[in-house]
């Protein structure tokens, strides 16, 4: 392969017509950048590498499945996605769920001129929630920090699973607001 083929599209477009080698030019190119992507939004280094094959995986299946690439130029952002979603959904088998990650990713945009370790961001959010009111603070440590469900808390609370959904809802909404109304959040 021509070794000063740098552009994703072209590089997509060989994909898609079955040059392995292509891909694995544009693997190398975003490596790093999508690992560090990707480390940022899961808690250890295994799940990171765990997520960052699993998406590559996913995108190449669907460069090779598709009957012709949409937006070849934008293969990035595309994998960035890909990784999200990939991301999201161990979080979600882990009972974490995207309300913290969304926090938490927040936290690390907010701060990008004092970069915020794992511990201090937990910290943080786990602070947000102390100052929701008691009920939906409690709703949202177990659901989100805890990974029980709904029905699960219901049944630990005594009570109906349409209250701990209400409390859960408001207490989401909430604790959104108050990471706004933060200094960190503040726009």
């Known amino acids: 392969m021509d070794a000063n083929i740098h552009n994703d599209a072209e590089l997509v477009m060989r994909v ?3 040059n392995t080698e292509a891909f694995d030019m544009l693997f190398k190119k975003y490596q790093r950048n999508l690992h560090y992507l990707v ?17 590559l995986i996913k995108v190449y299946a669907a460069m090779r499945d598709r009957k012709e690439p949409r937006q070849p130029e934008n293969f ?6 890909i990784a999200y979603n ?5 979080h979600r088998s882990h009972g974490k769920f995207p309300i913290i990650l969304e926090l938490t990713e927040k936290l690390k945009i907010a701060d990008n001129s004092n970069p ?19 009920k939906e603070a409690l709703v949202i440590r177990m659901y989100y920090l805890e990974g029980k469900g709904v029905d699960e808390i219901s049944e630990i609370l005594n009570f109906g699973q349409p209250w701990v959904s209400k409390r859960k809802k408001r207490g989401e909404k909430l604790l959104k607001k108050l990471f706004k109304n933060s200094e960190i959040g503040g726009e």
Do not use: F, H
């Open 76 to 81: 990035w952002p595309y994998l960035k996605t």
């Open 16 to 18: 898609w017509q079955g």
């Open 86 to 90: 990939t991301s999201m959904d161990l």
């Open 116 to 134: 915020i370790d794992e511990t201090e961001m937990q910290e943080i959010v786990e602070n947000m929630i102390d100052k929701l009111p008691k």
């Open 39 to 55: 480390r940022g939004w899961v808690s250890n280094l295994q799940d990171a590498e765990d997520c960052c094959q699993e998406a």
